[in-house]
């Protein structure tokens, strides 16, 4: 698929590193008006789609947009930074070279205009 996919060791390096980035979100106070109350489950798609759009995988979405899928949420460009950030965060420290986290980082950047509305 992508080198990153590859440098974070195919489909279980994938699994770690939503469950790492998980963990991190759900544990960010500054975090949880957006995240609490959302069910495990959905809360795991979200990384997933997360994570292919970081990736550049193929959009396995439910269908609705970026834009769409954060409508009406007043998301912040704090709350971004926090998300993107946990991720990038996660990826290094799973051993992931510092060119290919930076990568990671602009694409999802690209994404910034569609998903903070507040
Ligand atoms: C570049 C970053 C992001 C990507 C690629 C992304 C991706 C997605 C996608 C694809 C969905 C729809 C899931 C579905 O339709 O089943 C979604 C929903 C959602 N996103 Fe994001 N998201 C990003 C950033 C954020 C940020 C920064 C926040 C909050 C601070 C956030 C909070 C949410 C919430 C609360 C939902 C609804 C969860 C649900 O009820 O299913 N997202 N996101």
Same mark, same amino acid.
């Given at each position: 698929?992508?080198?990153?996919?590859?440098?974070?060791?195919?489909?279980?390096?994938?699994?770690?590193?939503?469950?790492?980035?998980?963990? &991190? $979100? =759900? !544990?960010?106070?500054?975090? %949880?008006?957006?995240?609490? +109350?959302?069910?495990?489950?959905?809360?795991? #798609?979200?990384?997933?789609?997360?994570?292919?759009?970081?990736?550049?995988?193929?959009?396995?979405?439910?269908?609705?947009?970026?834009?769409?899928?954060?409508?009406?949420?007043?998301?912040?460009?704090?709350?971004?930074? &926090? $998300? =993107? !950030?946990?991720?990038?965060? %996660?990826?290094?420290?799973? +051993?992931?070279?510092?060119?290919?986290?930076? #990568?990671?980082?602009?694409?999802?950047?690209?994404?910034?205009?569609?998903?903070?509305?507040?």
């Amino acid at each position: 698929m992508h080198a990153i996919y590859d440098e974070l060791g195919g489909s279980d390096g994938v699994r770690t590193a939503v469950a790492v980035m998980y963990h &991190r $979100v =759900v !544990a960010d106070p500054e975090l %949880a008006p957006w995240f609490e +109350g959302i069910d495990v489950d959905r809360l795991q #798609a979200h990384q997933r789609a997360f994570l292919a759009a970081a990736f550049g995988g193929p959009q396995v979405f439910s269908g609705r947009s970026i834009g769409e899928a954060h409508h009406g949420m007043a998301i912040t460009d704090a709350a971004f930074d &926090r $998300v =993107v !950030a946990s991720l990038m965060t %996660a990826l290094a420290d799973l +051993g992931v070279a510092k060119e290919a986290v930076g #990568a990671v980082g602009e694409r999802l950047e690209d994404l910034r205009a569609d998903i903070v509305t507040a």
